[in-house]
């Protein structure tokens, strides 16, 4: 089942056109990755989706409700003022969740021991996780994840990678902006490279690679994207 | 209702991290009481019956000068009212855009009533505490403390939904700072300076500042030129109009940069 799509988008801002016909589908149960240097437009079209912003032309479409849709944002919305936990309160009172599920999912990100500590107090890879662990809460249908680990340390990072897994196992749609390659290449089943507001490459990593040889010992995302592009991802 | 009560638990979090933005609520009943006992009216007659004027303009001045003496409570409810709590919730709105954190809770499905119900509550709340701070200031009891207390919430809650107004319109805490707070003078002060000056009581006749005024008043003259109900229709007027407003402002701009 087609979970989240566009077709034949467009987008300007200010005569900019950031988005020119792009066109693409995800799949329930699916990790789907986008992939493009910043600038590209993987933002826009999160926004699109998120009923944040209108597309100026084409279709696009989103299977669930807005509350059944998880978000992870450049910009984190938390509550400053209140504890990691009490933000998480707030979304779990919204939704009518049990307190143990918001405990659990703390524990989850590792913020089981950083629960009371305000927010302003949180280091970056915290806030991050604490996002995370709010986008999470309501396990959502469909999850919009941009640049999910840019901030994070390998290791938090292989932790978060695990639970976005996990909620593609309970058939949750993962949709994924990044420019990280091997974030893409290890963790997404399906990939669109965006580059200047258009789709230059469709499929799965590894036989995106191997169309375009760039299958070493490893999975070569960011070759193909060099090749296909002519520069490199900033 | 779920979001509504989320809502206001956590700007009840909110302000009790920041203690400091509780003092608007304290000071202002505080000064009144303060500014009421420092004016000593029997000084002020006897200075002015030491003038050496005939005896019936010495009168005529005193009895001016005590029918035109603001009360206090009076003064500062309405600069309260007006004044204090437009930028407060202007404020409040603004930084919840800013920060972005309406977004995700416009995503997690709260409406913006709910959000505006939540919010708005713990300034009505605190508000309800310093208004029962006034009626004690000029001792209101019974009929007359309701009458007080009706005006006032009436008044506070048409600051509210002005404040978030402006804090929609304006998306960041700066300009809603900048914006808020003239607007905000004109509505506190305008009533202030209605009661020197019929024309400018004319200008702001239509506002809910100005009935609030001319309902604590009074309740401290016992006389005033229009019935009771005629003063709360102009404030709830006040209200449907700035609801409407509310409303439109949303539609127009959201709640998301």
């Known amino acids: ?234 | 209702m779920n979001a509504t009560k989320a809502i206001f638990k956590k700007q009840l979090k909110a302000t009790g991290a920041n203690p400091e933005s509780l003092i608007q609520f304290i000071i202002f009943p505080l000064l009144a009481w303060a500014l009421g006992a420092m004016i000593d009216t029997d000084t002020m007659v006897a200075d002015f019956a030491a003038l050496p004027l005939p005896y019936y303009l010495i009168d005529t001045l005193i009895q001016e000068m005590q029918s035109s003496m603001p009360n206090m409570v009076t003064m500062q409810a309405t600069i309260f009212a007006g004044m204090g709590l437009i930028p407060v919730v202007a404020a409040i709105i603004a930084d919840d855009i800013e920060r972005k954190s309406l977004r995700f809770l416009s995503m997690a499905g709260v409406k913006p009533v709910a959000y505006l119900l939540g919010a708005g509550s713990v300034v009505l709340l605190l508000a309800f505490f310093s208004s029962m701070g006034f009626t004690l200031v000029d001792r209101f009891f019974g009929r007359d403390m309701l009458i007080f207390m009706g005006a006032m919430l009436s008044a506070v809650v048409g600051s509210i939904v002005l404040g978030a107004t402006l804090g929609i319109v304006c998306r960041n805490v700066q300009a809603a700072s900048g914006l808020s707070m003239p607007i905000a003078m004109v509505l506190g002060f305008g009533p202030i300076f209605a009661q020197l000056n019929d024309r400018v009581a004319r200008i702001f006749n239509p506002f809910y500042t100005q009935q609030l005024n001319v309902i604590a008043d009074y309740l401290n003259l016992g006389t005033s030129a229009n019935p009771l109900w005629h003063s709360f229709a102009i404030m709830w007027a006040n209200i449907a109009v700035l609801v409407v407003l509310f409303t439109l402002v949303y539609r127009k701009k959201g709640i998301v940069q």
């Open chain 1, 1 to 234: 089942m087609v979970s989240i799509s566009m077709k034949n988008v467009t987008k300007s801002f200010g005569g900019n056109e950031v988005l020119k016909g792009v066109t693409f589908e995800a799949h329930d149960g699916e990790i789907f990755g986008m992939l493009g240097p910043s600038g590209a437009g993987k933002t826009t079209i999160i926004n699109i989706f998120t009923k944040q912003i209108a597309a100026d032309a084409g279709e696009w479409h989103v299977s669930v409700p807005s509350n059944e849709i998880g978000l992870m944002l450049e910009h984190d919305g938390l509550f400053v003022n209140l504890s990691a936990l009490d933000n998480l309160i707030v979304f779990e009172e919204i939704y009518g969740l049990a307190r143990t599920l918001t405990l659990e999912i703390m524990e989850q990100v590792g913020l089981t021991q950083a629960a009371k500590t305000k927010v302003n107090d949180l280091s970056k890879g915290m806030r991050q996780r604490l996002v995370l662990a709010r986008a999470l809460l309501h396990k959502p249908k469909i999850l919009f994840l941009d640049e999910p680990t840019s901030a994070l340390d390998p290791v938090t990072a292989r932790g978060i990678y695990g639970l976005i897994r996990d909620l593609r196992e309970a058939g949750s749609t993962i949709f994924l902006t990044t420019h990280n390659m091997e974030e893409a290449t290890h963790l997404c089943d399906r990939i669109v490279m965006l580059h200047q507001g258009r789709i230059i490459e469709e499929g799965p990593p590894k036989e995106i690679c191997e169309k375009h040889n760039a299958l070493k010992t490893t999975q070569d995302l960011e070759s193909v994207f060099i090749k296909l592009t002519g520069g490199g991802l900033q």
